[in-house]
């Protein structure tokens, strides 16, 4: 069974910084391009960042893009994601999911979410 399970996230000051795990089941991380994306309240899905399992190429949205840096661990199946000096619009539920390709916009497994909220 594909499983993801997302952790690490919570709540943080302005400016800090906080890691988010991915751990993955039923799957190799190579098997598909891993992507971050996040919802907030009343807004659309936004996807932030993904790592190509071609090439490992690494893509990140303009509104993170400097700040946050996606990784991944291939023995031990867990995706990453680094976020440094963070922004009260940050402030959302995040998620870890598989694409067929990096920008393909369709994703085909993702887990149950970390809440992040920052504060001023």
């Known amino acids: 069974e594909v499983r993801l399970v997302e952790s690490g996230g919570g709540l943080v000051q302005a400016g800090g910084s906080l890691r988010l795990s991915c751990v993955v089941s039923?799957?190799?991380?190579?098997?598909?391009?891993m992507s971050w994306f996040r919802q907030a309240p009343g807004k659309e899905r936004e996807p932030l960042s993904c790592v190509s399992a071609i090439d490992g190429a690494r893509y990140y949205a303009d509104s993170v893009n400097g700040r946050f840096t996606i990784s991944a661990d291939n023995v031990a199946n867990t995706l990453y994601l680094q976020m440094n000096s963070l922004k009260a619009e940050d402030t959302a539920v995040y998620y870890c999911?598989?694409?067929?390709?990096?920008?393909?916009?369709?994703?085909?497994?993702w887990g149950q979410g970390a809440q992040v909220t920052v504060y001023s």
């Open positions: 039923g799957f190799s991380l190579n098997d598909y391009a």
């Open positions: 999911g598989t694409e067929a390709y990096c920008l393909y916009g369709q994703y085909e497994h």
